[in-house]
């Protein structure tokens, strides 16, 4: 039998929002799609596929990973030993696939190339993945977390404008967010003072389409970080790590940094006790197994942040929880498969304007901060794209890696 394959749909968020088997994803996630087709290959289990829109970006790929090397045979030696020992396919195989996440637009797709109904999700599956994968689920994680000192956290589910209204004139100021929305696109900040035609109008659309709008107050945040776990049917909920990332000013995803979970939950104990992270987690573990029984298998991640409440720093434990395989954990995955121990890096999600911006970027890249490779397969420094970079590219994912023992 074919092995399993992975397949990146970044469009998961937006198609479970649409919720119809003929979405159509908007040109520039069709463009994402395209760029990185091939990140999956990081993260595939060892014996697996990855399906990628054509063969010769897997060619490419390699092509430019061994330039990376700068003609040392015995770098090039390193980089093939740390490589992942994934396959590709260009075609649609009639096989198990493990996506980015389950989406009715992906099942029919993969319908129509195909694929034998005994590896698909069934109607009723995918309609569950939907319910748990809406920000109104935090409504029944959060108070179980808030219940632990040093944790903030407060969010309301509204159904109607009247209700909103109400709400943001009680607290001033608001985060609107829409129930199915990722990487901090259907976000909206807003004030009584700025309340307008425009702005209803924009929660309007957001109730008629998904039923509600999620609101929460503004906190003083100091940092991004997120629990990313992994659920399986039979052995249930675990712990997969740490995720400490970088937004920018609208809360869209920008990187991660690369780190080990010990100095992650160092860096984060500067702030708060590491008693509390633990206890968060271990409420989490137990939440989240109440929540998804055997509805779910896969990855997912609980976004976080610490901020400032009346002077202390306190944890907001449940911001998002992101049902479905996210930057956060490709990143822990890479840190821990590829990278030095001794190291540290950032692992970066770019979108470019213009076409040249990206290839040019990767030119300075290779120059500015050249590969170096352990005897033991672990890339000590240096840059390395993880998706093909050409002339047309406007999306990359790359990580640059330092190491200040040297």
Known sequence: MFPNVYLFNPDYDMAMANFTPYYKSP??????IADLS??????????????????????????????????SMELERRLDGLLPRAAWTAEWPSTRYIPWGWTPALVHRLRQEG????????????????????????????PELVKIDGTCGEMKACVSLVELEAYLQERGELVLK????????????????????????????????????????????????????YVEKQNGVRFAGYSLFETDAHGNYKLNLLLSNTEIEHRLSA???????HEVRSCLLSVLQQLLKDDYEGYLGVDMMICRVAGEYVVHPCVEI?????????????????????????????HYGAEGEALENH?????????KITQEGRILQGYLSLTPVQATTHYQVYVVVNNMGL
């Open 27 to 32: 040109a520039e996630i069709v463009r994402m």
């Open 38 to 71: 091939i990140l999956p290959w990081w993260f595939a289990e060892e014996g697996s596929c990855v399906k990628v829109e054509n063969m010769a970006l897997v060619s490419l790929l390699k092509k430019q990973l061994k330039e990376g090397c700068g003609g």
């Open 115 to 142: 694929v034998e109904e005994r590896f698909l999700p069934s109607e009723d599956a995918v309609k569950r993945f939907r319910f748990l994968s809406s920000r109104q689920r935090c409504l029944e994680v959060l």
């Open 178 to 229: 829409a129930p199915w929305s990722g990487s901090g696109r259907g976000l909206l900040k807003v004030s009584s003072t700025s309340w307008n035609a425009q702005l209803a109008g924009w929660a309007a659309r957001i109730l008629r389409v998904q039923g509600v709008v999620m609101a929460e107050p503004i906190y003083d945040k100091v940092v991004d970080f997120a629990m990313e776990f």
């Open 271 to 277: 702030y708060v006790s590491r008693e509390i992270l």
């Open 322 to 350: 992101n049902l479905r395989m996210n930057m956060g954990v490709v990143s822990r995955l890479f840190f821990d498969r590829y990278v030095s121990f001794s190291s540290s890096g950032q692992y970066v999600v770019e």
């Open 363 to 371: 030119h300075r890249c290779l120059s500015a901060y050249p590969l």
